[in-house]
């Protein structure tokens, strides 16, 4: 398997743009998870998925910030409209879940907002 | 709730000395513990877990932890290290209940290996 894959690797938009980074799990993992992570907060759960429906999106930061899993092998974060503290590494997990706990992580993306 | 500390947030060695990063953790439930690493603007990897079979686990890159109950500890330790091991390490905290679960992290050690 190729493992988890985000796209894209690297973004640079501009304030008040909208941003969707995406991300391909590895197939048939239940769970899916975002991440952010920055210097200053460190590795933050944003939102995780259980066969496609999101369990838990407490750490979402605000509004701006949406996530869909439409099927088992695909889903985006969106943020709308970006603003330069968005500025972090987004990383993708998923998990096969069913006795397994462990996560597998995409190689992230880097969103510069400026 | 779950947590986990990670207590030290630089460790510098010199190569082929070994290597100890140490992680408590606090957990309502019978955790499963795991050490990640990342490597300078890559993704994370996992080295080790734990998942209530053997109390000492040992991983990938010659790397083992220890789960202690009794000191809610699950330290990262190597005989010797090396260069290669230069990278940023996180202690993780899953618990599960019914039928969710998350991972908490650790705010990071980052080993720096002196030649």
């Known amino acids: 398997d190729a493992g988890v894959i985000q796209s894209p690797r690297h973004e640079v938009t501009e304030m008040g743009q909208e941003v969707t980074l995406r991300c391909k799990p590895i197939?048939?993992?239940?769970?899916l998870f975002w991440y952010r992570q920055t210097m200053m907060r460190g590795l933050e759960l944003l939102i995780y998925?259980?066969?496609?429906?999101?369990?838990?999106d407490s750490g979402m930061p605000e509004d701006r910030f949406s996530a869909k899993m439409p099927n088992a092998s695909f889903s985006t974060l969106k943020i709308q409209p970006s603003e330069p503290r968005d500025s972090a590494v987004y990383f993708c997990?998923?998990?096969?879940?069913?006795?397994?706990?462990?996560?597998?992580f995409g190689q992230g993306t880097r969103l510069t907002v400026v | 709730a779950q947590s986990v500390t990670q207590l030290d947030s630089h460790v510098s060695v010199s190569e082929g000395t070994p290597v100890l990063l140490r992680c408590n953790y606090s957990?309502?439930?019978?955790?499963?513990l795991f050490w990640y690493v990342q490597h300078p603007n890559k993704g994370l990897q996992l080295l080790l877990k734990?998942?209530?079979?053997?109390?000492l686990v040992k991983g990938i890159n010659g790397f083992e932890a220890e789960f202690k109950k009794s000191e809610t500890s699950f330290h990262l330790t190597k005989p010797s290290a090396h260069m290669s091991d230069a990278a940023e390490y996180f202690c993780?905290?899953?618990?599960?209940?019914?039928?969710?679960?998350?991972?908490?992290f650790g705010s990071g050690t980052r080993l720096l290996v002196r030649p």
């Open positions: 997990a998923s998990s096969p879940g069913q006795g397994v706990a462990e996560a597998f």
């Open positions: 197939s048939g993992h239940d769970y």
């Open positions: 998925f259980n066969n496609n429906v999101p369990i838990d």
């Open positions: 957990s309502s439930y019978s955790p499963s």
């Open positions: 734990y998942t209530s079979a053997a109390t």
């Open positions: 993780v905290v899953s618990d599960r209940w019914d039928s969710s679960y998350k991972l908490i």
